[in-house]
Structure formats: structure tokens, C-alpha cells
């Protein structure tokens, strides 16, 4: 069983569209939960972390955490364009890191 | 301040020959990261420097690769010699601490062994 599981996509939603992405993980050691957003023939960015169960809302993402079922969400509201990439939900503890294979999200205009 | 940056962005060579992939990390980032991406598959851990010293390199694939980070500044990765499966995108990144997630990434190093 891989350490963190994460449907590729792609995942195509109209303009406006509420998204949602998901990962479940198997290691209840892990502490740290972030997701990264990564544009073609770029390194991926920080999107938003946490490391509690619960919800952290920045603007229109919202990240979901619940360690009890092992399971981590991203969504995004009001989906726009530039918002086209492939999402990376990442899993750290300590200082070690296990990311998902991505999924590849296309917002149409 | 000045991101994460590799070079070459892309390198094509032929299986048996060497490459040598430079990291230059974000400035008073002591931990840096070398990660793979082989076409299709997850990013993967390749080891982890804090300062100069290799404080867990167990994602090294085999002892074709040697990474170095001479004065806990830029880090080269060094692949001897090159197989087809070493094909994919090389990344690294930076940390002031990797406690708090926040990995800081170049935009890799896009190998293609023929």
C-alpha cells in the first residue's frame, strides 16, 4: 500500500465550478498535511498546510484534514482558469516528506 | 528574495555518459531537498541536506548518484553512469524549517537518458 493515495485525473470543471481533491494516507505518524500546486514545466508551489483535523480556509481554497479516517481534502471555490494545474497533497513527518502522484485539474472558460 | 534555482532546465544524454544537475538553494535555507519524478509516478524523496551534511539520503537509488553540497551552499547531483531509467525531472528544494511544510522548489531539472 503506497503512503499517500491521490486520484490523477484529470478532473476537467467548468469556470465557477466548486472543486474537490483528495488524498487518503496510511502512516498515522504523519503530523503535517500541505498541498502544492504545480504549472506545467514548473516546481511546485505551497498552497496551504495544516496540522490538526479540522478546516483552514485561505481565501478561495479550504483545506480539510481528518486524521481519524486518514483522509485530507482541498477545495477551491469559484474556480477560474488560472486555477488549471495539477494539485500535490503532501504528508510530512519530522523532516521528511511523501507527496501524492497529483491530480491534473483543467477549469474551462 | 531569489527563488530556488537548477540548471540545466533540461539535459539529454546518452545512457553511459555522466550529467552533473546544480541546485542553488534559497539564501540561510539550511535544508535542501533533491526529489525525482519519473514520467507518470509520484515525486520522490532522494536525500536531504541540512547545511553540508546528508542527514538521510535512503531515497538514493543506487551508487550511480553522488550528491554533494560543498560548504552548505549549492548542491550538484551527479549521475555515473547514466541508465534509461534515470529519466525524469530532478527537483530541489529549499527549507528554513521543515517542520512547518514549507518546502520552497526549483523548477527542475528535466533529464532524458537515450
Known amino acids: 500500500q503506497k503512503e499517500v493515495e491521490q486520484d490523477p485525473g484529470p478532473l476537467s470543471v467548468p469556470e465557477g465550478a466548486i472543486v474537490s481533491l483528495n488524498c487518503t494516507y496510511s502512516?498515522?505518524?504523519?503530523?503535517?498535511f500541505m498541498w502544492y500546486r504545480q504549472y506545467s514545466r514548473k516546481g511546485p508551489e505551497l498552497l496551504m498546510y495544516?496540522?490538526?483535523?479540522g478546516n483552514k480556509e485561505d481565501g478561495r481554497f479550504t483545506a480539510q484534514v481528518d486524521k481519524s479516517s486518514k483522509y485530507i481534502s482541498l477545495f477551491i471555490r469559484d474556480s477560474q482558469p488560472s486555477d488549471s494545474a495539477t494539485y500535490l497533497c503532501?504528508?510530512?513527518?519530522?523532516?521528511?516528506?511523501?507527496f501524492g502522484p497529483g491530480t491534473r485539474l483543467s477549469v474551462l472558460p | 528574495e531569489a527563488g530556488v534555482t537548477q540548471f540545466p532546465s533540461h539535459s539529454v544524454i546518452e545512457k553511459g555518459q555522466t550529467v552533473t544537475l546544480r541546485c542553488d538553494p534559497i539564501?540561510?535555507?539550511?535544508?535542501l531537498y533533491w526529489y525525482r519524478r519519473v514520467m507518470g509516478k509520484e515525486i520522490k524523496f532522494l536525500l536531504h541536506f541540512v547545511k553540508e551534511s546528508k542527514q538521510d539520503e535512503s531515497g538514493m537509488p543506487n551508487n550511480r548518484f553522488l550528491a554533494e553540497r560543498t560548504g552548505g551552499t549549492y548542491s550538484t547531483l551527479k549521475v555515473q553512469p547514466a541508465e534509461l531509467e534515470d529519466s525524469g525531472v530532478y527537483f530541489c528544494a529549499s527549507s528554513q524549517d521543515p517542520h512547518t511544510g514549507t518546502l520552497h522548489f526549483g523548477n527542475g531539472t528535466r533529464l532524458t537518458v537515450t
Open positions: 503532501a504528508i510530512s513527518y519530522g523532516q521528511n516528506f511523501v
Open positions: 495544516t496540522y490538526s483535523s
Open positions: 502512516n498515522s505518524a504523519f503530523q503535517y
Open positions: 539564501s540561510g535555507h539550511d535544508n
